[in-house]
C-alpha cells in the first residue's frame, strides 16, 4: 500500500480555484512535482540535492537541466 502524498502549490498560483501551478511533495529522499491541473498525470521527482541546486540555478538564471530527474507516469 502506497501512502499519499502531501502536496502543496505556492500562494502564487492565482485566483480562482488556484489550479494554474505545480504542486509539490517532499518525499524521504526525493522532492516530487506535478502539475495542478493534471494530478492523475503522473509526476516528476529529483533527489532533494539535485533540486535545491536546480531552485538555486533557476533563482540565479544559470540552469538549463536537471541530473538526476526522474517521471512517474505517462504523458
Do not use: Q
Not at 501512502?3 to 524521504?28: F, M, Q
Not at 532533494?48 to 538564471?61: D, E, P, Q, V, W
Amino acid at each position: 500500500m502506497t501512502t499519499p502524498h502531501n502536496w502543496r502549490k505556492s500562494s502564487y498560483s492565482g485566483s480562482g480555484d488556484g489550479n494554474n501551478c505545480v504542486e509539490i511533495a517532499n518525499l524521504p529522499t526525493r522532492v516530487a512535482i506535478r502539475d495542478s491541473k493534471a494530478p492523475s498525470r503522473g509526476m516528476i521527482s529529483f533527489p532533494r540535492g539535485t533540486f535545491s541546486g536546480f531552485i538555486s540555478n533557476l533563482n540565479a538564471g544559470t540552469s538549463r537541466s536537471i541530473e538526476g530527474l526522474y517521471v512517474d507516469g505517462s504523458p
